[in-house]
């Protein structure tokens, strides 16, 4: 299967133009089976969702999971998801994360026809000490609930790599964290982006999508990997 992440910067191109139409077909490009975007409303005013659900559903062939509960918008701070046709089975939970801006996090359960796995998409703040709580957050989430294949990934707005990084608190679990330039989308220089999964083996292949019109169409590259559900879970899980 594969996922991908995107932040489409609100639809807005490095042109300064906003245009959906530009990001649905980096979509399409992706060809992936499940994405979790970021900034999919708009910021200001109504703050309305900036996608075509039909549109994209036309073009690429994936299903808009609409987060919001109001009528026009799409995300749940910003973060929504698109899946490959019709889900066997979905369901939802959205968390409030702490920090001095607004954010929050999806946490999905969906089977897309291949065994259940979960989704936890999230868009970290832009202060360190902000992102360190929500790290924890996320954990103390995932702690919580019953063992699953789960796929964690979003724009985490984490450059450091080393031991001030707040993505070290995903490391007992997931792992260490690819660093794998995404931004800005021009030149990019910057690790924003990132795809964890757990357990260990669930994420494999994980690359940049670097093309010319992912380099126009936001301030963000995609990234791309592939799950295997069937990688082992640990011994004590499976028991359970």
């Not at 060809?31 to 970021?38: E, G, R």
């Not at 868009?123 to 699953?148: C, K, N, Y």
């Not at 790599?161 to 964290?177: D, H, K, N, Q, Y």
Request: glycine share 8%; with cysteine; aromatic share 6%.
């Amino acid at each position: 299967m594969k996922v991908a992440s995107y932040n489409i910067h609100k639809c807005r191109g490095l042109d300064g133009v906003t245009r959906p139409d530009r990001i649905i077909r980096v979509i399409r490009e992706l060809d992936a089976d499940l994405i979790a975007l970021q900034e999919v409303d708009r910021r200001f005013g109504r703050r309305g969702g900036l996608l075509d659900p039909a549109a994209v559903r036309s073009e690429t062939g994936l299903q808009l999971l609409v987060q919001s509960d109001v009528s026009h918008r799409h995300g749940w701070h910003g973060n929504a998801l698109l899946v490959r046709g019709d889900p066997v089975s979905y369901r939802r939970s959205r968390l409030k994360l702490p920090g001095r801006e607004p954010r929050g996090a999806i946490v999905a359960e969906i089977d897309l026809g291949d065994g259940e796995f979960r989704v936890i998409a999230a868009h970290l703040g832009l202060f360190r000490l902000s992102r360190v709580d929500q790290v924890d957050a996320l954990m103390s989430a995932f702690h919580g609930l019953p063992p699953m294949p789960t796929i964690l990934l979003g724009d985490f707005n984490e450059w450091r790599r080393w031991g001030r990084s707040a993505l070290r608190g995903f490391e007992p679990t997931f792992g260490v964290a690819p660093s794998i330039l995404s931004f800005p989308s021009r030149r990019p220089i910057f690790a924003l982006d990132r795809i964890l999964g757990w357990p260990a083996g669930l994420i494999t292949d994980l690359a940049v999508h670097d093309t010319p019109l992912a380099r126009r169409a936001s301030d963000h590259l995609p990234l791309t990997a592939e799950a295997n559900l069937e990688a082992r879970m640990p011994a004590a899980q499976r028991a359970a």
